[in-house]
C-alpha cells in the first residue's frame, strides 16, 4: 500500500519561505511522478507543481513559476516543494500525490492515483 505523509506545513507571515516535504513508503519511489496540490477552502483542488519520476523534468502552474521549486530525492523517497515569497493568496491546504503508474507527470487530480492526508499553510498578512 503506496503511503505518502506530508509535513513542514504550519502558519508563516507574507513574504516568508516554507518548504514542504512528503514522504513516500509502500513501494519503489523513484520511477513514479509526483505532484504537489493545493485547495483554499470552498475552492477545487489545483496543481500547483509536479517532477517526472527521474527528476528530470518539471511542470509549475503559471502564476507560482518562479516562487515556488519542486524537486525530489530518490534515495530519501521524499518530495519537497520549496515555497518563497508566500502571499496572503497561497494558504492553502497542500497535498502530495503520485502517479499509480510510471508515467510522465499530469496536473490533473485524475493523474494521480495516491494522496497524503494534507499539511496547512496559513499565511497571515
Known amino acids: 500500500q503506496v503511503q505518502l505523509v506530508e509535513s513542514g506545513g504550519g502558519l508563516v507571515q507574507a513574504g516568508d519561505s516554507l518548504r514542504l516535504s512528503c514522504a513516500a513508503s509502500?513501494?519503489?519511489?523513484?520511477?513514479?511522478?509526483m505532484g504537489w496540490f493545493r485547495q483554499a477552502p470552498g475552492k477545487e483542488r489545483k496543481c500547483v507543481a509536479a517532477?517526472?519520476?527521474?527528476?528530470?523534468?518539471?511542470y509549475y502552474t503559471d502564476s507560482l513559476k518562479g516562487r515556488f521549486t519542486i524537486s525530489r530525492d530518490n534515495a530519501k523517497n521524499t518530495s519537497y516543494l520549496q515555497m518563497n515569497s508566500l502571499k496572503p493568496g497561497d494558504p492553502a491546504t497542500y497535498y502530495c500525490?503520485?502517479?499509480?503508474?510510471?508515467?510522465?507527470?499530469?496536473?490533473?487530480?485524475?493523474?494521480?492515483?495516491?494522496w497524503g492526508q494534507g499539511t496547512q499553510v496559513p499565511v497571515s498578512s
Open positions: 517532477i517526472s519520476g527521474n527528476g528530470g523534468s518539471t
Open positions: 509502500g513501494r519503489t519511489f523513484s520511477g513514479y511522478a
Open positions: 500525490a503520485t502517479r499509480g503508474a510510471k508515467r510522465i507527470y499530469g496536473s490533473l487530480t485524475d493523474d494521480y492515483a495516491y
